[in-house]
């Protein structure tokens, strides 16, 4: 069975997570339409307790059937709620299934997807999509759908009723809600329609807003830029204030003129009834009068139900928008005849590559080789594709043109077991989960021992890190104040890596973010990492690179400069101008720390 497909019909993809459970939701839609039919029933009991009541005044006591009326009603008012009561509960086990295989035939969808769909995806924003979306199906499967159900059932029941015992007072009954339903429809439809998707959208900016605010606190504090910081925030509470003022009060008259159409049955049948029965009184005509008022009060109820099932529908189907976006998004194809890695040679063949939506070529035409067991260097100003270059090899992203070969293998004919096997990666931003130390190198290699996880850690020169933990490998990083730097994280991450012993490695600018004797220490651990491995490295800090086996400069997509650091430097080009600038800041660095060093002595 597939897990989810696509249809045209909203409804139906709606109930298309539940599975076999769908039923359950079609059964709990019938038991809601006919506990609405069920529960109009006490109301022609209790006309039928009034008829007989007038029909023996005043002797009274001939009204014999008064408690069987009364029970009948009793009856199947609670008969009414308990079928109602059963219809939810299928609906609801039936929403509770389709929340849950939702969140699952999402999530194995996400796993599927190019690492490069999340590079511009946050994992807040993902979660909180998934999270609200399958709640919101839920919310409305359960209780939304059969309610419109019961909207459109009872209407109809209504109807028929209406026209049974007096048509003229029927037809009277019917303006009210005719008047109530035009007006009704342009506030649920048309313009309106797109209103409430602007709504869910300024909502859900002031609140990715806010969390940015609240996250942004202890750097717009220390900068004292709180109030400018503020700026954005209040700019979208102020958004939505306006657009939800506004939507309110251009609701202001049709809902006005709704709730008095609705509400306005006794101002038509009580004149029209005085006027039929006139001075001679005619119980018969008395008689369906009252049963109009009695049941007239059920079409507000009615009318309202349609509205806000209306709305809870448009809700819902946005939502579910919201899913199928993700789900939209294609994985790369798999090769039915896979190819073997026979060596870790590296080769980019016209290699050309935009990301999706874009225009322009973020990478052009691009041609170079790793030999395996080479180092090689990408460097160029930022933005030029270095990054984006170094991820085409994994297939965060597929080219669009050219080809990459590891060893004689296109990288699209790897499978992707294969292909991750033997790369690995460490990036500027390292991801650590709240987890113990142990955990976060073991997910590397599951099978590994203990013993091997404390190698790779010392490797990665984390001794230091362990000795000052209250318990050493087994410490819960973020729990209890556990927090590490960002060079601390670095290093935990290239334990990672070697333990993994992947063939091929590629560091996006590892060092980046990291202090003077962090860097001392990821340059150690680079020595073990890269010995014996095919390395493209990308850095900012050419020093690290002088001893790479060669030096690719990028710019705006393209090679620009290829060889040696001697070599680059002595064709005096773009390299040698970032050489020059680099030794400068280099300098101006080391001069401003001096100054301090003589101000503090």
């Known amino acids: 069975m597939k897990l989810y497909e696509k249809k045209d019909n909203k409804f139906l993809s709606l109930l298309s997570f539940s599975g076999n459970y769908k039923y359950l939701t079609i059964v709990g839609c019938i038991l809601a339409g006919i506990s609405a039919i069920l529960g109009l029933m006490p109301f022609i009991y209790i006309w039928k307790m009034i ?7 005043p002797n009274y006591s001939n009204a014999v059937n008064l408690a069987h009326y009364g029970w009948m009603a009793l009856y199947y008012g609670l008969l009414s709620i308990g079928i109602y009561f059963i219809g939810l509960m299928c609906t609801h086990l039936s929403a509770f299934r389709n929340e849950r295989n ?23 924003s993902l979660r909180k999509i998934i999270d609200y979306s399958s709640g919101t199906t839920e919310g409305f499967l359960a209780h939304s759908l059969p309610d419109l159900v019961i909207a459109i059932i009872t209407p109809i029941a209504f109807l028929v009723l209406l026209f049974t015992y007096n048509w003229f007072f029927g037809l009277l009954s019917l303006v009210p809600m005719v008047v109530g339903l035009l007006i009704i429809l342009p506030m649920i439809g048309g313009s309106n329609k797109k209103m409430l998707i602007k709504y869910q959208q300024s909502l859900e900016d002031m609140n990715a807003e806010a969390v940015e605010y609240v996250r942004g606190i202890p750097v717009t504090k220390t900068f004292q830029q709180s109030i400018f910081s503020f700026k954005s925030f209040h700019k979208t509470i102020k958004d939505y ?84 976006k993700i789900l939209d998004n294609k994985p790369l194809e798999e ?56 991820t085409l090899i994994p297939r965060f992203w597929d080219v669009n043109t050219g080809k990459i070969l590891i060893g004689n293998a ?3 004919n790897i499978k992707k077991e294969d292909l991750m096997k033997n790369i690995s990666f460490v990036f500027q931003k390292t991801q650590l989960f709240k987890d113990s130390i142990l955990n976060n190198v073991l997910i590397a ?46 290093r935990i ?4 890596v070697i333990l993994k012993d992947a063939p091929i490695i590629i560091l996006d600018e590892a060092t980046a973010f990291t202090d003077p004797e962090n860097e001392y220490k990821i340059q150690k651990a680079f020595k073990k990492i890269t010995e014996g491995k095919t390395v493209l490295m990308i850095a900012h800090r050419l020093s690290t690179i002088k001893n790479v086996d060669k030096i690719h400069v990028i710019k705006s997509g393209e090679i620009m400069e290829s060889g040696t650091h001697n070599e680059l430097i002595e064709a005096n080009g773009f390299y040698k101008n970032m050489w020059d600038d680099y030794n400068e800041s280099v300098q101006w660095k080391l001069e401003n720390s001096q100054s301090l060093v003589n101000l503090n002595g």
Request: aromatic share 8%.
């Open 493 to 496: 991450a290239l334990a990672r």
């Open 241 to 324: 204030s306006k657009f939800v003022t506004d939507y309110s009060i251009s609701c202001q008259v049709p809902y006005s003129c709704f709730t008095v159409s609705i509400n306005g049955f006794f101002a038509l049948l009580i004149p029209a009834g005085i006027l039929l029965i006139g001075s001679t009184f005619n119980p018969s005509l008395f008689l369906d009068l009252i049963f109009y008022i009695i049941l007239t009060p059920i079409a507000s109820l009615i009318m309202t139900k349609i509205m806000f099932s209306s709305q809870n529908w448009m809700i819902a189907k946005q939502a579910l928008l919201k899913i199928e």
């Open 335 to 390: 090769t039915k005849n896979p190819q073997h890695i026979n060596n870790h040679q590296i080769k980019f063949k016209n290699v050309s590559f935009k990301y999706p939506g874009n225009i322009k070529d973020t990478l052009k035409n691009i041609n170079f080789e790793i030999k395996e067991n080479q180092t090689i260097a990408l460097v160029g100003p930022s933005g030029g594709g270095k990054t984006t270059l170094a």
């Open 410 to 412: 296109n990288v699209k």
């Open 51 to 57: 008829e007989e009541i007038i029909s023996v005044m």
């Open 102 to 124: 939702m969140k699952i035939i999402t999530m194995k969808h996400l796993l599927k997807l190019p690492l490069g769909f999340f590079s511009n995806k946050s994992s807040g």
């Open 445 to 490: 290699k599951k099978d590994a021992k203990k013993s091997e996880v404390l190698e790779a850690l010392s490797a990665a020169q984390c001794d230091d890190i362990l000795e000052k933990l209250p318990e050493g490998i087994d410490t819960v990083i973020g729990k209890s104040g556990v927090h590490l730097s960002g060079g601390e994280q670095q």
